[in-house]
């Protein structure tokens, strides 16, 4: 069952997770990872597309064809930032993504980082969640042979993964002493069971559609969610 993947949000610290393990994992013989720019890394199985202006998807139709999955990770915080923004990164550029993929190949399994407290009826207070929630359901309603939507709350970087937000590292620098013990409680995550959970989504199926830190847990661990 040798698979095919593309990555977006590489340089980001789940993408780089979720890239790291699909490299290491023998089921996946190639991957594609589109960013901004190149992340500098080298390996056999990795292809790299630059794309400056990720509303030109449409053109790189060729390089999209012939893959199992897309693990969309790319990404951006809220804080600071205006709804009509927002929306254009986190909804407008991922619906056009799900769009070419979809049109190139329907039987394709699109992953979507999401994150906990997203709001499905789009009508909430939170911008953040509002516009997530409008995101996951359209990928949802597209069609795709099989969509999940990845909900992740507290998650541990492992393998030298970083944020790219200081705080944020700062935060997980403070906590370090406690990995240990976070690691044990089914509610939370490491960013090496997000990759896993990702690749293992195609090796075996789950019934539900949003995964929560359990359910990436359980993933991770090829065990049905």
């Given amino acids: 069952m040798m698979k095919k993947v593309i990555i977006t949000g590489a340089s980001g ?15 996946i013989v190639k991957v594609l990872i ?48 205006n709804e009509e923004t927002y929306v254009n990164i986190t909804y407008n550029i991922t ?27 789009e009508s909430g207070k939170v911008m953040w969640a509002r516009v997530k929630g409008k995101t996951e359901n359209y990928i949802l309603n597209k069609g795709f042979k099989k969509a999940l939507m990845f909900r992740p709350g507290l998650i541990i970087p492992e393998k030298g993964t970083k944020s790219r937000t200081g705080w944020l590292n700062t935060t997980y620098t403070i906590m370090s002493p406690l990995f240990p013990l976070l690691k ?15 690749i293992n989504s195609l090796l075996v199926d789950a019934n539900s559609k949003y995964l929560s830190n359990k359910e990436i847990n359980l993933l991770a661990k ?3 969610v």
Avoid: W
């Fill in 13 to 27: 610290m789940l993408g780089k997770a979720v890239l790291q393990e699909c490299l290491e994992h023998s089921e």
């Fill in 95 to 121: 619906k056009m993504f799900a769009d070419v993929l979809f049109d190139i190949n329907p039987n394709i399994v699109f992953n979507y980082i999401s994150g906990a407290g997203t709001d499905t009826s």
């Fill in 222 to 224: 090829k065990e049905v």
């Fill in 34 to 81: 589109i960013n901004r720019k190149s992340i500098g890394v080298s390996h056999d199985k990795l292809e790299e597309l630059i794309l400056k202006d990720f509303s030109g998807i449409e053109l790189e139709r060729e390089h999209l064809k012939g893959y199992d999955a897309c693990f969309y990770c790319m990404g951006v915080s809220a804080v600071g930032m």
């Fill in 184 to 198: 044990k409680s089914s509610s939370i995550t490491t960013s090496t069971n997000i990759g896993l959970a990702m």
